[in-house]
């Protein structure tokens, strides 16, 4: 009846909840295999559909869990991503003498900076990520940073560059999203 | 409106030129006052700027740490677990769908090894008690009519409750919390041991050893100690109110009431009853004393005749009603 159409009508954000949230739910415990992070995860996908609803809406079911599917997948690397980097924190805690270790504020502002350097990094080319982590996290000057590398510290300051315009417009995005009420 | 003052791409790039040159042994004074320039030139590099301060503010939190360079390479070791994850997963699932943008589409692969969990399913027929043993030791009793998810993995040991009520008592393990979750909320043992029933758009939380702490779906938040109760909905939790351990009794088989309605402890009795159970409203405040046989209402319910002015009507086999006692005749 409706073959005509030139323009595929698109479904609303509600029929999609509706339709795939159990979908996602149990297709996010299977890859989490954890109930209580998947039912999270589910949630916080459509809150963020409704806050920033796909550009051109949805012309189909199977579009709607493509689209959740990849945003599912994204959330499970960075739910995991930050429980790497926890991890790797309070190794280091533990490492340390505890009459050293900061107050309970000081950690969470630490975990904080620590998880938005992870994301940052993560999204750089792998040589850059490297020479700009040896430069901003290890404080290395370019010439040190260089003969670990084993490239010029010419090449040093371009990669610094390149890394931190990346990590730049990931604050912006960021800042983009909190602005328009995401996060 | 956010959009009209964002830097354009030109100026976040020099902007980054400017740190990666000034940061590096070779600047000199001539630099720096270039780029203090650059900077009185425009608004839109004040804000580029602004960026390259943000972000090396978290370098700088970094720096502030007991041993920031052996923290970094902790992190960077944690970053290079999740990329050898992700590109070993990358090559095994080809990824259908569309992208939400091109950085993120590379991202679509699952986590097997957060994916090695023991998921099981245990339910009770109506009228029946059941204890079941958790693989970590804990135990759980499931009572009449009542059916759980069970999910451990890793991290987290966790039970759907999707009917009925359980009882728990659980094993201590300090890595991994464990987690009862119901559509209203969830709940985290704190070494313990606790009952928890799904009623209707509430659920019910009582807790006899230890501590509980319950989160609901809106977030509201509290730790219920042993001896409490009380009950939660998706939007809050009630007041708490002491509990005793006649609320756990019915994982022995046994029910105990002090002091409650004959009409509450029909309720009671229905849920382990599956035909119909009829009161008469003019008994219905009746108090009763005791403790019960739950696993044979029948029992229960020719104890009860004894005790109070009422006679029970067998009317079908599934068919029973509660009456007043005949006018002395």
């Known amino acids: ?183 | 409106m956010g959009h009209a003052s964002e830097p354009s791409h030109e100026s976040l790039e020099q902007a980054a030129e400017w740190y990666a040159l000034l940061r590096s042994e070779e600047a000199d004074a001539g630099d720096r006052e270039r780029w203090q320039a650059w900077m009185a030139a425009a608004v839109e590099h004040r804000r580029a700027w602004g960026y390259v301060e943000s972000v090396s503010r978290h370098f700088a939190t970094l720096q502030t740490t007991p041993d920031p360079r052996g923290t970094a390479e902790e992190l960077w070791k944690a970053n290079d677990r999740v990329m050898q994850r992700r590109r070993a997963l990358g090559s095994l699932v080809a990824v259908v769908g569309i992208g939400l943008a091109g950085w993120l589409t590379w991202r679509s692969t699952p986590l097997p090894y957060l994916t090695r969990t023991r998921n099981a399913d245990y339910r009770t027929a109506t009228g029946e008690i059941r204890e079941i043993a958790l693989p970590d030791g804990s135990r759980v009793w499931l009572n009449t009519a009542t059916a759980i998810h069970e999910a451990y993995d890793a991290r987290y040991r966790t039970l759907s409750l999707i009917e009925g009520e359980i009882l728990i008592d659980t094993a201590s393990d300090p890595s991994r919390p464990f987690v009862v979750e119901t559509p209203q909320g969830r709940l985290r043992a704190l070494g313990t041991r606790f009952t928890v029933r799904r009623r209707g758009e509430s659920s019910e939380l009582s807790v006899h050893a230890g501590a509980v702490e319950i989160a609901t779906q809106s977030g509201a938040w509290n730790v219920v100690p042993a001896g409490r109760r009380t009950r939660f909905t998706h939007d809050g939790i009630a007041p708490l109110a002491p509990t005793d351990s006649a609320r756990e009794a019915w994982s022995r088989g046994v029910l105990i009431v002090e002091d409650m309605r004959l009409g509450e402890l029909v309720e009671e009795l229905r849920r382990y009853r599956s035909g119909h159970l009829g009161l008469s409203p003019t008994v219905a405040d009746l108090k009763v004393f005791g403790s019960f046989p739950i696993d044979d209402t029948d029992a229960t319910l020719d104890m009860l005749a004894s005790a109070l002015p009422i006679r029970i009507q067998r009317r079908l086999p599934w068919w029973v009603s509660i009456e007043p006692q005949a006018d002395s005749d």
């Open chain 1, 1 to 183: 009846m409706q073959t005509l159409g030139a323009t595929a009508p698109t479904i609303s954000i509600e029929t999609v909840y509706g339709q795939h949230h159990d979908w996602l739910r149990s297709w996010l415990c299977r890859r989490l295999g954890n109930a209580s992070d998947a039912a999270d995860l589910a949630h916080d996908a459509f809150l963020r559909l409704m806050l920033k609803p796909a550009s051109r809406g949805f012309a189909s079911h199977g579009e709607a869990r493509g689209y959740l599917r990849t945003m599912a997948n994204g959330m499970c690397i960075n739910l995991w991503r930050r429980r790497e980097v926890e991890r790797a924190w309070l190794d280091t805690l533990a490492a340390r003498p505890q009459e050293h270790a900061p107050s309970a504020e000081r950690q969470a502002m630490i975990l904080e900076a620590l998880n938005e350097i992870s994301a940052m990094l993560l999204e750089l080319p792998p040589k850059a990520a490297r020479a700009f982590f040896l430069a901003a996290a290890c404080q290395l000057t370019d010439r040190e940073a260089a003969e670990e590398l084993g490239i010029s510290p010419r090449m040093v300051r371009k990669y610094v560059a390149r890394g931190m315009l990346r990590c730049m417009q990931l604050q912006a995005r960021e800042t983009l999203d909190a602005l328009h009420g995401t996060d």
